[in-house]
């Protein structure tokens, strides 16, 4: 079964750069789509980024649309998520999530689910 383990959070200043990286502790999810979403305190699970299983196709909520990337290492079979230039309000714990066939962003369509790592951005 697929199980996604993430790590890289920590606490950084305003303009700084983190790199997320979500792996599988079981079957490798090399043909799953990946995405990441984040919860803010109060605040309801937001759909971040995903990538298909090709890393053919990615996406991207509009609140990080330029200065996220996600990518994807089909030989190390772990999803990167780049962030740049945060802002305070990227503060929240980050989720990878996989999904069999073609993903969405909504967070139902996702049935693997990491723990989560958490992302403060200080201003």
């Known amino acids: 079964q697929v199980q996604p383990v993430e790590s890289g959070g920590g606490f950084v200043q305003t303009g700084a750069s983190l790199r997320l990286s979500c792996a599988s502790s079981?079957?490798?999810?090399?043909?799953?789509?990946v995405a990441w979403f984040r919860q803010a305190p109060g605040k309801k699970r937001e759909f971040v980024a995903a990538v298909n299983a090709r890393g053919t196709g990615t996406y991207y909520g509009d609140s990080v649309k330029g200065r996220f990337t996600i990518s994807r290492d089909n030989v190390n079979i772990a999803v990167a998520l780049q962030m740049d230039s945060l802002k305070p309000e990227d503060t929240a714990v980050y989720y990878c999530?996989?999904?069999?066939?073609?993903?969405?962003?909504?967070?139902?369509?996702?049935?693997?689910w990491g723990q989560g790592t958490r992302v403060t951005v200080s201003s």
């Open positions: 999530a996989a999904a069999s066939g073609f993903g969405s962003q909504l967070d139902e369509d996702y049935p693997y």
């Open positions: 079981g079957t490798p999810f090399s043909v799953y789509t």
